[in-house]
């Protein structure tokens, strides 16, 4: 199975700043038809999780601009520009290039 | 607008079987590229995604839980089940539907999530 690091497990953020969370993949993420299917999701509390991003670097709909996916092959970086009080929660990195399907373990962003 | 909301037992005894229902609006499970996935998360902990179900009728399931997974659909009430046999404490989660569509293969909306206990 692929398995999805996460880095940092946790972080602390005071409002405005960026926060970054990185996802390396233990396989390259890129597959046959040449699209890479890396997706981030945000988890907030006593919610279920929201997708953010699909194919590293595409925002769904209604997703603010401050989010933005990046990176190729095994290495993948979620950044969050000036960070509000809306975004806290936890982030996952999911795959859905080879079966099965797995998700990062997870990073929490708190806000200091 | 799509929507999703999970329904299930609440509660069953070990060694049973789990029967879970999505009921969708917003898409149909008939239509080229639409897909159904189902993810847990066991309280506190991460996310695991257990299987999807596609509009051809293609299933995949996560080989963790072996064959005790089953997915199915019901086009024409705009349903999609999950049964998960002989279940034991590890299986209490909250299961999530989710639409999922061919051509990006992500989660791009989810349900509610229903919390399933196991216990005797």
């Known amino acids: 199975d692929v398995v999805l690091t996460q880095t940092p497990v946790s972080l602390s953020v005071t409002l405005g700043d960026q926060a970054s969370i990185s996802c390396r993949s233990s396989?390259?993420?890129?597959?046959?038809?040449?699209?890479?299917?890396l997706e981030w999701y945000l988890q907030k509390p006593g919610q279920s999780p929201q997708l953010l991003i699909y194919?590293?670097?595409n925002r769904f709909s209604g997703v603010p601009d401050r989010f933005i996916g990046s990176g190729s092959g095994t290495d993948f970086t979620l950044k969050i520009s000036r960070v509000e009080p809306e975004d806290l929660g936890v982030y996952y990195c999911?795959?859905?290039?080879?079966?099965?399907?797995?998700f990062g373990s997870g990073t929490k962003l708190e806000i200091k | 607008q799509v929507t999703l909301k999970e329904s299930g037992p609440g509660i069953l005894q070990p060694s049973h079987t789990l029967s879970l229902t999505c009921s969708f609006s917003?898409?149909?499970?008939?239509?080229?590229?639409?897909?159904v996935s189902w993810i847990r998360q066991p309280s506190g902990k991460g996310l695991e995604w257990l299987a999807s179900i596609w509009w051809n009728g293609n299933t995949y399931n996560n080989p963790s839980l072996k064959s005790r997974l089953t997915v199915s659909k019901d086009t024409s009430n705009n349903q999609a089940f999950l049964k998960v046999t002989s279940v034991d404490t590890a299986d209490t989660a909250t299961y999530y539907c989710?639409?999922?569509?061919?051509?990006?293969?992500?989660?791009?909306?989810w349900g509610q999530g229903v919390m399933v206990t196991v216990s005797s």
């Open positions: 917003g898409f149909s499970l008939s239509t080229y590229g639409m897909g």
């Open positions: 989710a639409h999922t569509r061919l051509t990006t293969v992500a989660l791009d909306y």
């Open positions: 396989q390259s993420l890129e597959y046959s038809d040449g699209y890479t299917y």
């Open positions: 999911f795959q859905a290039t080879h079966d099965p399907l797995t």
């Open positions: 194919e590293v670097s």
